[in-house]
């Protein structure tokens, strides 16, 4: 018995010494068709220019001010004054992060802010 495990043995090795050269040659021919093949940049993506503001919200989410990221201050007395008003209501600051747009200019949006707490000012003086 022992001569014929020796003899699969054998056999086995050889075949594995064929295989082990059939794979090289194959692999060759693999490597070769893979450096046929080019590979595509993708385009990066622009990071988007954004602009924060403070606003000042109430506890149902409701706006009631936008300020700029420099004037806290303001955003802070506007944040006071609403809950000197009714005790009762929640109000925060949160910080508002807007995208700009390409066509309009920073200044621009400066004038669109204050223009409504111009408004509002203007008819509370036109009310006393």
């Known amino acids: 018995m022992a001569s014929r495990r020796l003899q699969k043995r054998i056999e086995a090795e050889a075949a594995e010494k064929l295989g082990k050269t059939a794979k090289k040659t194959a ?13 595509r940049k993708r385009k990066t993506k622009t990071a988007e220019r ?6 000042v919200f109430s ?26 008003r009714s005790t ?3 109000y925060f600051i949160q910080p508002i992060k807007e995208t700009l747009s390409d066509s309009a200019a920073p200044e621009e949006d400066d004038e669109a802010i204050d223009a409504p707490a111009a408004a509002s000012e203007e008819s509370d003086e036109e009310e006393e």
């Open 27 to 39: 692999t060759k021919k693999k490597a070769t068709r893979k450096k046929a093949k080019t590979t």
């Open 50 to 55: 954004k602009k924060i503001f403070w606003g």
């Open 59 to 84: 506890g149902t989410l409701k706006e009631e001010g936008r300020f700029a990221y420099d004037e806290r201050d303001k955003a802070e007395e506007k944040l006071t004054a609403l809950r000197n």
């Open 88 to 90: 009762k209501k929640l």
